[in-house]
């Protein structure tokens, strides 16, 4: 009995690495979800990685739709470096269940393409990166080399990363790990670290439903099922309100070892035939083939040995839980224990000899490597020996070379001393000359450090001018002429209610909607000319308020802001401001764009900008030898703010603009 629960852990370890998707619960709701991404006017990375996760939703139910989706993913990622490598990895996920040798390639070279992105999500895709590869490497290399990715690799990735869910998904997998190796109390500890995780982070998660059917796979084979029922109930209560959910077939595969554990035999059987029923429906071939074998170890404990080598024999027809030497010695030896108990000796001898050659070939393996190490041992110690006689003779010869060089090196010395004061003086005046080239290159690099210096200060000077010329310019507008025209238009309106003969006259009428438009104008001038928005709220709801000003039919303004921090200085926050304010400007203006995308983030000290419009574009050639004050002081704000400017334009196709401003400096 114990080698029948050897073989039922290690076909639990194949489910759960590989049947594991990490879809949500509720998989209309996902996936309508993702579908509305890509029916709406959405920005083409927010599409990208809307069809990469139907790549995964997809890669165990139709494969056709999966390879689509990656297609389609691939194409929208082009323009974005970071879901242009974050296609690689999907990739990866399309060939998982079927390419092993693909998908392992793909993940290894995603996590060499998402090393060149420091943020939290990357960090966290490469460590499903380095996860996945492992586990299309685990026939090949074991499940030490398993256990060694998880360790060395995705969880200092999982923490680096701050998703603590993913941390709960390795620390489920460590057990699964363990509870392979027969450490039932440390698996049962990780296991219970996952849970507690889950149900503070991710409540109503397919990865808390893992957890708890694990816990299940545990406490079942530690002969523990009061332990294990409770975990299964609350599985239960997760999926039911999702009837259709994929991973049905996994809960009835727990349930039916509950059931075995507590002898209840029956009902194992029943559960094991509704797990084979969905999972030949969800295409889950492996596990479809692990439900015969569940109910192969329910026949063997009710001694129906018939059913049992029946079962069997049709695993080994199908092949797909006998890829490795291991899975089919050990299959073959219960078909040589089921025979003998039908007393069919002969087939029971068959089966045992294809067994024991394959436990000879396991043994020899075991037996080359030690004689491998033997050889190598050897061929070490003769090295050596060749080394010593090699040494011996090395010392008598450089003894000999000794005796015959010391009359040659006292003739030479004179010769030698001469010629060593000869190049001492010639590096002397080589080492001058080189200083004095040196201190020139020193005076022309502190003179452009000054001109450099001078060229900011005078920027600064010129920048903070213009921002206090606008501030008072926007003060007397608002203050002065402002409430002037707000009182005569109320004077006229007044004086015209007074008079009931004027009320109807159309040229007075007029006057004062000119008054009233005159007045909208000014106000619309003074704001352009000093954003109180940024004054009282800070940069990110002024540039928000920006976008919706600017905003009109037929024109929409997608505005995305990601880690904007609220201590940038208020010169630096008003320079910002100005540069999109002028980009806002020139768009409107000049490309007759439908859609706009302003993106703003902020990493330390480093201020990132990034601007598309999908407007009529221009020739960038034409900038080189164009001058204008929009422009000019474009280029000046962020020299200003030792920034960096991209643009790329193409014609009938839009413009994208790039910009990386420093926010450290002192305005």
Not at 498 to 513: T, V, Y
Not at 532 to 542: I, M, N, Q, S, Y
Request: aromatic content about 10%.
């Amino acid at each position: 009995m114990k080698k029948i629960y050897l073989i039922l852990i290690y076909l639990l370890i194949t489910l759960s690495t590989f049947a594991q998707q990490q879809i949500p619960l509720n998989e209309k709701r996902h996936l309508d979800s993702l579908e509305k991404v890509l029916r709406t006017n959405s920005p083409d990375s927010a599409k990208a990685n809307a069809n990469f996760s139907l790549v995964e939703y997809w890669k165990f139910k139709d494969t056709v739709k999966s390879k689509m989706y990656l297609l389609r993913g691939k194409q929208l990622a082009e323009k974005y470096p970071y879901f242009k490598a974050l296609a690689i990895f999907y990739e990866g996920q399309y060939y998982f269940n079927g390419n092993t040798v693909k998908a392992a390639a793909a993940f290894k070279k995603a996590e060499a393409a998402l090393s060149a992105f420091q943020t939290p999500k990357a960090y966290g895709k490469r460590s499903a990166a380095w996860f996945n590869y492992a586990l299309m490497c685990k026939d090949a290399k074991g499940y030490e080399f398993v256990t060694r990715i998880i360790l060395e690799k995705a969880l200092p990735l999982a923490e680096k990363s701050g998703d603590k869910v993913m941390l709960a998904h390795f620390y489920t997998q460590l057990s699964t790990l363990l509870m392979n190796n027969y450490q039932f109390a440390k698996a049962a500890i990780y296991n219970q670290k996952a849970i507690e995780l889950l149900k503070n982070e991710d409540p109503h998660s397919t990865n808390l439903l893992f957890a708890y059917l694990n816990g299940v796979s545990i406490y079942c084979y530690d002969e523990k099922p009061e332990k294990a029922k409770p975990l299964l109930q609350k599985a239960k209560a997760l999926l039911i309100p999702y009837p259709e959910s994929v991973n049905y077939p996994l809960y009835y595969y727990n349930e039916a070892l509950y059931y075995t554990t507590i002898k209840a035999f029956d009902q194992a059987l029943a559960s094991a035939e509704k797990g084979k029923v969905l999972s030949k429906r969800y295409n889950q071939r492996q596990l479809y083939q692990q439900f015969f074998f569940r109910q192969y170890d329910v026949y063997v404990r009710q001694r129906a040995y018939t059913k049992a080598l029946v079962i069997l024999l049709d695993i080994v027809k199908d092949g797909t839980l006998m890829t490795t030497i291991n899975d089919r010695a050990t299959i073959y030896g219960e078909l040589a224990k089921t025979s003998k108990n039908l007393n069919d000796y002969k087939a029971a001898y068959s089966w045992m000899n294809k067994y024991q050659i394959l436990i000879d070939s396991i043994h020899q393996d075991q037996t080359l490597v030690k004689i491998n190490e033997l050889e190598t041992k050897y061929r070490t110690a003769k090295n050596q020996q060749k080394i010593a006689a090699l040494q011996a003779q090395n010392k008598q010869s450089a003894l000999k070379a000794k005796n015959e060089h010391l009359y040659n090196w006292l003739l030479g010395i004179g010769c030698l001393s001469l010629l060593i004061t000869l190049t001492l003086v010639i590096l002397n005046a080589n080492n001058n000359r080189k200083l004095s080239v040196q201190k020139e290159i020193n005076y022309q690099q502190q003179l452009r450090d000054l001109e450099q210096k001078q060229q900011l200060k005078v920027t600064k000077a010129m920048l903070d001018g213009e921002e206090h010329e606008r501030e008072r310019v926007a003060r007397d507008l608002h203050d002065g002429l402002g409430g002037m025209l707000a009182g005569v238009k109320i004077g006229l309106s007044g004086w015209s209610n007074n008079n009931s003969d004027l009320s109807e006259d159309k040229g007075l009428n007029r006057i004062i909607g000119q008054l009233d438009s005159s007045v909208s104008e000014l106000r619309r001038i003074a704001r352009n000319l000093l954003p109180e928005t940024l004054l009282k709220f800070g940069l990110e709801v002024a540039l928000k308020d920006l976008c919706e000003f600017y905003m009109r039919d037929g024109l929409h303004i997608d505005f995305q802001a990601f880690q904007i921090q609220k201590d940038i200085p208020l010169s630096v926050q008003l320079n910002i401001y100005r540069i999109v304010q002028e980009l806002m400007s020139n768009a409107v203006k000049h490309a007759r764009a439908s859609n706009i995308m302003l993106q703003c983030s902020q990493n330390d000290h480093v201020f990132f900008i990034t601007f598309e419009d999908d407007g009529r574009g221009f020739d960038t050639a034409v900038l080189e030898n164009k001058k204008g004050m929009g422009l000019d002081n474009l280029k000046n704000r962020i020299t200003f703010l030792k920034g960096k400017f991209e643009l790329k334009s193409v014609l009938s196709e839009g413009t994208i603009i790039n910009i990386e401003l420093n926010t450290s400096v002192d305005g």
